[in-house]
């Protein structure tokens, strides 16, 4: 069993920005690749960035591109998530999510293990 955590999320202003951390424990693979899904209330859960096992693939929802990184440290088994100029409409529950195999996922059912959340709100 793999157990994820996040950490990193608040309350910020517009223009803010923030870095999300998951740290991974248990039975875990240094070339999983890694994903941030974030849910906001009412909508579902979307991808917001991912990376692959080795950390040369990565991706990133429009919404996001430009303003957000993904990056992982292999070596401390965590992924981070930069978060840069904040837009209101970035405010959701963001999960970090883990899957068995080392190419990126697209979709949320294609991950294995899932954080608990953290909360990011952006006010105007």
């Known amino acids: 069993q793999v157990q994820l955590v996040e950490s990193g999320g608040g309350s910020v202003q517009a223009g803010d920005s923030l870095r999300l951390s998951c740290a991974a424990s248990g039975r875990t693979r240094s070339s999983s690749a890694m994903g941030w899904f974030r849910q906001a209330p009412g909508k579902e859960r979307e991808l917001v960035a991912a990376i692959s096992g080795s950390g040369l693939g990565t991706y990133y929802a429009d919404s996001v591109k430009g303003r957000f990184t993904i990056s992982r440290d292999n070596a401390k088994n965590t992924v981070y998530l930069q978060m840069n100029s904040l837009k209101p409409d970035d405010t959701a529950v963001y999960y970090c999510?883990?899957?068995?195999?080392?190419?990126?996922?697209?979709?949320?059912?294609?991950?294995?293990?899932w954080g608990q959340g953290t909360q990011v709100t952006v006010s105007s």
């Open positions: 999510a883990a899957r068995r195999g080392y190419v990126i996922g697209y979709v949320a059912n294609g991950y294995d293990y």
